[in-house]
Structures are given as structure tokens and as C-alpha cells.
């Protein structure tokens, strides 16, 4: 029988990593192979368990939450193999981004396009819709070229663009909700050097310029800052320079001024919250001038220590600028305590159901607070305005969008929830928030 370890609680129990979200599992999986997978999956159908796989614990939602049983895939790491010809590399689904990246280097190739943060896994990357920025690029999980999963029967199946497509289109982003995931395959590009740079512009000259730096640059993201008229704009682009040691002054600079002295002023803010307008502007005049040649798969990732809640909505591309517009608005009319700056990206469109940049090429436009500062009336003002631009909510990211409202914002909504329902009837993988999500009652489980 396969064992189920109990899971090594805090007095909390089990948080995600900005403490929004805690529960106390029943205990914690960690299966070693497939066959471990399809064994507890029919193990917990035997016992009537409802079960979440956790990753790395970086959705600021009640995704993963549960009181039953939690499935880390953490001995399911690693890239098993690289077809160069094909131009594809098959990987293991609890593979963590910072090592895909380094263990797909070793090959001489590269995911083309990633986001900001690579501690997440693969699988809890690719199935909430994480992203990265560029007009010419979709999420991570448009690099999927095939799934492996395991369903609530304890079946294994494989999807691909040409080997149940439908099925494929539903589980690029699933939210757990259609089976574990355990191998993937992904769309590679050969490693190439990328240079990026950093710089201090005036937010109404960036705004006016959006068309140019977004066209011009292979990737292109920039951040407004509350109570200021400066943006940090940041661009990456394939360059035939070679690559450097990283500058250890410029890792100095991120680490003491990014993330130590903004803790201490964070920790400052909220203390004292009026301090958060003259924090915001002391920010802006310390962008930094950054210029920096190497490899995507180290230059994408940015470190995050200082630790905050999150929201962030995919608009129309053409909405970024009167959606900022009324952003700016709203903060300086309501005076939010607020000293986090406000990050924009955009991301080519897509066909993946429960993608929200299924069919429209989007800006993406994220906010965030200070943890354990108050964020609700904030949120709330902002999520407002997106929403009234058409707004689709990322799927690991604070909003309050629920089942009526997310199937007229998901024309296949509905598609994916027959999917659902014919891969998993009674709600193996469905925890109470994702039954509030998609407007499904949550019945006891029966064993079979």
C-alpha cells in the first residue's frame, strides 16, 4: 500500500506564501512515481478522501486549501529528456522553475517566454495561467505541447493539440480541477543571451510611448509608482553580446535596496500608513539604471522577500491605458495607503478555455499590499474598474469573481465544466473554495 506521511504542521498549519490563505491537512503524499500517483489517487476513491495537489504554495487563493488529503509532487522533479529535433523537453510536473531552467540550460535550450517569480512547479504554473510579458509570446501554458495526467478514476491519459484536443484545450489551465498532472511536455527555443534593461521614465512619456517600447522590445513590463509621475521600465531583448559574471553590485542593490531597506520601509508603512505616499515617491527616485547581459532563465526571475497580498486582472491590450488612467484616479481620490508600485505586462492571446487571455491579446495589470496592511477597500475600488473593462481575474491572484459572473466572462465556461464533471463526478479534486468558484455543490464523497 502506499504510505501517506503525516504532514509536519506549524501552529498555523499549512500557509501559502503570503499567509493569506492556511488550512491543517488530514496529511501530506509525496509520490516517488506515476504508479504511486494512480495508487493513492484509488486509495482515496476506495476511502471516499478528497484530495489538493500543493506546489510551492504562491496562489494568494484557497486553491490548495483543504482539511483531507494534500499531494506534494516534490519528488517528482527533473527534466527526463530533450528532443532537439522536435524542439521539445519532457518534464516531470513538480519540477520548480528555477531548476527547469537551470536543468534545461545543460541542454543548451529555454523555456521562450517566463515570469517573475520561479519558485513555483510547472504543473501549479501552467494550470493557474501564470505569465510572463511580451506581445509576441502567451502564457507558460501555451508552451505545453502535451499533458500527462491522472484522472479520479485512477487513469492515466494523454492530451496533446493532436491526441485529445479538447480535453488538452480544457487542462492547459484547469486549476487541479481535472486530474494530477504529473509529466509535461514543453515547447523549447535554444538558449540565447538576452539583454535587459532597467530604467527611471516619466509615467505619462511611458504612457505615450506604449505602442513603440511594446512593438519595439521582445519583452516589455513597466511599473507605476502611487502618488508619483515615474515608471521603472523594464525591456528584454536578444542581443549577440556575450554574457557576464552577474554583477555582484547589481545582486547587492536587489537584495539590500529591493527587497531589505523596502522591507524596513514597508514594515514602516504599516506602522504608520501616512508614511505610505512619501515611501511610494522615495521608491520611484530609487529606480535603479540597470543594464545586464545573460541568460532568460536567470534574468526574468526577480527575488521576492519582502512579502504582500496580490490582485491582478487581464484587460483588453488596447484597455492598459484608461484602465491605468482610472486607476490613477481612484488612488489619488481615495488616498489609499498604498507604496507598492503598480505592474503592467501584456501577453499575446490564446485558445485555452479557462485562459484569460483566451481569444484577445492582453495588458495585464497587477496590484499588490503589504502583508498585514489592509487591502480590501483597495482591492475592491481597482477590481471595479477591471471589471468594467471586461476583466478576467489570474487565477492564483485575490479577486471575488464567482461562477455567474466568470461564465459570461469565459465563453467556454461551460465547455470545461462538462469536461470536469465527466472526468471527475463526485468532486475528488473540488475543495470548498473552487466549489464556490464554479457554483458546484459539494456532496460527501462515496467510496467505491
Not at 70 to 97: F, H, N, P, R, Y
Amino acid at each position: 500500500m502506499f504510505s501517506v506521511e503525516e504532514v509536519r504542521l506549524n501552529k498555523n498549519g499549512w500557509q501559502n506564501w503570503s499567509g493569506s490563505v492556511s488550512s491543517t491537512p488530514s496529511g501530506v503524499a509525496y509520490p516517488r512515481s506515476v504508479e504511486e500517483v494512480v495508487s493513492l489517487v484509488k486509495q482515496c476513491a476506495a476511502k471516499g478522501t478528497r484530495l489538493r495537489v500543493v506546489g510551492s504554495g504562491h496562489s494568494f487563493t484557497g486553491l490548495v486549501q483543504t482539511d483531507e488529503l494534500m499531494v506534494s509532487l516534490d519528488l517528482l522533479q527533473g527534466v527526463e529528456s530533450v528532443d532537439m529535433d522536435e524542439g521539445t523537453a519532457t518534464v516531470w510536473a513538480g519540477t520548480k522553475l528555477k531548476r527547469l531552467g537551470e536543468e534545461l540550460f545543460e541542454h543548451g535550450v529555454a523555456q521562450e517566454n517566463l515570469g517573475d517569480i520561479n519558485a513555483q512547479s510547472i504543473a501549479g504554473a501552467v494550470s493557474t495561467g501564470t505569465h510572463g510579458t511580451g506581445i509576441g509570446f502567451g502564457s507558460l501554458s501555451t508552451q505545453l505541447a502535451g499533458i500527462t495526467a491522472v484522472t479520479a478514476a485512477g487513469e492515466v491519459v494523454e492530451c496533446s493539440a493532436d491526441r485529445q484536443p479538447e480535453l488538452f484545450r480544457a487542462m492547459r489551465v484547469s486549476l487541479g480541477m481535472l486530474g494530477i498532472i504529473v509529466q509535461v511536455k514543453l515547447r523549447v527555443v535554444p538558449a540565447l543571451p538576452l539583454r535587459y534593461e532597467s530604467r527611471r521614465m516619466p509615467f505619462d512619456e511611458c504612457l505615450r510611448q506604449l505602442e513603440r517600447l511594446k512593438t519595439e522590445n521582445r519583452h516589455f513590463e513597466f511599473y507605476w509608482f502611487p502618488y508619483t509621475n515615474i515608471a521603472q521600465v523594464k525591456t528584454m531583448n536578444e542581443t549577440e553580446e556575450k554574457p557576464g559574471k552577474p554583477s555582484r553590485w547589481n545582486e547587492w542593490k536587489v537584495m539590500a535596496m529591493e527587497n531589505g531597506v523596502f522591507w524596513l520601509l514597508s514594515e514602516a508603512c504599516r506602522l504608520f500608513p501616512g508614511l505610505c505616499r512619501p515611501v511610494s515617491r522615495l521608491s520611484a527616485k530609487g529606480v535603479p539604471n540597470v543594464r545586464e547581459v545573460g541568460y532568460g532563465h536567470r534574468l526574468f526571475a526577480t527575488p521576492r522577500l519582502v512579502r504582500f497580498q496580490e490582485m491582478e486582472y487581464n484587460v483588453p491590450a488596447d484597455a492598459m491605458k484608461p484602465v491605468l488612467a482610472e486607476i490613477r484616479s481612484c488612488v489619488e481620490r481615495n488616498r489609499f495607503a498604498v507604496h507598492f508600485p503598480i505592474e503592467c505586462r501584456y501577453v499575446k492571446g490564446d485558445d485555452i478555455w479557462l485562459s484569460p487571455a483566451y481569444r484577445r491579446d492582453s495588458a495585464y495589470i497587477a496590484v499588490h499590499m503589504y502583508r498585514g496592511m489592509p487591502y480590501e477597500r483597495y482591492f475592491a475600488c481597482l477590481e471595479e474598474i477591471f471589471q468594467h473593462h471586461g476583466g478576467r481575474p489570474h487565477w492564483g491572484k485575490m479577486h471575488t469573481m464567482r461562477a455567474e459572473r466568470l461564465a459570461a466572462a469565459y465563453p467556454m465556461w461551460n465547455e470545461f465544466l462538462r469536461i470536469r464533471e465527466g472526468l471527475d463526478p463526485q468532486g475528488m479534486f473540488v475543495n470548498s473554495y473552487l466549489s464556490e468558484l464554479i457554483g458546484i455543490e459539494r456532496k460527501r464523497l462515496s467510496p467505491v
